[in-house]
């Protein structure tokens, strides 16, 4: 399945907003999608397939760092349960990569265990224009001119620190 990239939700409301314009252009309204039921009838739902499942990427690991992880780029700081971790080959030898920990080391503490190691592999923080409400910190770290970006968000609940980390990475400097 292809993996959507971020302009799909742009392309989609344009597509949207297209649709919407022609039928107001045209005079025309949308069909009624409301489903027709006879009276005291109740539409039963059955589900042809599972939310959940026990099966798991190939690029995916559950517990523990996914095979091809660039651990030595993005360390799992001392302490620190993996949740969930992924890495997937992208275009141009670069590298998918999530991870998703949760600890009880201090927020700075933690962002910094992850700072350290990009900062000295060349990579740039930023902190976001616009901080998700919600977290205790949050930072983006590029390199290569953006080719190469990983976004951190942490979340301190009851003493606890949930982090998780994404983006595109090559495991090998530019």
Same mark, same amino acid.
Do not use: K, Y
């Given at each position: 399945?292809?993996?959507?990239?971020?302009?799909?939700?742009?392309?989609?409301?344009?597509?949207? %907003?297209?649709?919407?314009?022609?039928?107001?252009? $045209?005079?025309?309204?949308?069909?009624? %999608?409301?489903? #027709? !039921? $006879?009276?005291?009838? #109740?539409?039963?739902?059955?589900?042809? /397939?599972?939310?959940?499942?026990?099966?798991?990427?190939?690029?995916?690991?559950?517990?523990?760092?996914?095979?091809?992880?660039?651990?030595?780029?993005?360390?799992?700081?001392?302490?620190?349960?993996? +949740?969930?971790?992924?890495?997937?080959?992208?275009?141009?030898?670069?590298? /998918?990569?999530?991870?998703?920990?949760? !600890?009880?080391?201090?927020?700075?503490?933690?962002? /910094?265990?992850?700072?350290?190691?990009?900062?000295?592999?060349?990579?740039? /923080?930023?902190?976001?224009?616009?901080?998700? %409400?919600? +977290?205790?910190?949050?930072?983006?770290?590029?390199?290569?001119?953006?080719?190469?970006?990983?976004?951190?968000?942490? +979340?301190?609940?009851?003493? !606890?620190?949930?982090? !998780?980390?994404?983006?595109?990475?090559?495991?090998?400097?530019?």
């Amino acid at each position: 399945m292809p993996r959507p990239t971020p302009r799909t939700p742009v392309r989609a409301a344009a597509c949207l %907003a297209t649709i919407v314009v022609l039928a107001a252009c $045209t005079g025309t309204t949308a069909p009624d %999608a409301s489903p #027709t !039921t $006879t009276a005291g009838a #109740t539409p039963t739902p059955s589900a042809s /397939e599972s939310l959940l499942t026990d099966q798991i990427g190939g690029h995916t690991a559950v517990g523990r760092l996914a095979d091809a992880f660039p651990a030595d780029l993005v360390p799992v700081p001392e302490g620190a349960e993996v +949740l969930v971790s992924s890495a997937a080959p992208a275009a141009d030898g670069a590298v /998918e990569i999530s991870l998703n920990l949760r !600890t009880e080391q201090d927020t700075g503490g933690l962002l /910094e265990a992850v700072r350290a190691p990009l900062v000295a592999a060349g990579f740039t /923080e930023s902190a976001p224009a616009v901080p998700e %409400a919600g +977290l205790a910190a949050q930072a983006a770290f590029a390199r290569s001119d953006g080719a190469e970006l990983l976004v951190v968000g942490i +979340l301190d609940r009851d003493g !606890t620190r949930t982090m !998780t980390l994404g983006g595109t990475v090559r495991t090998t400097a530019p």
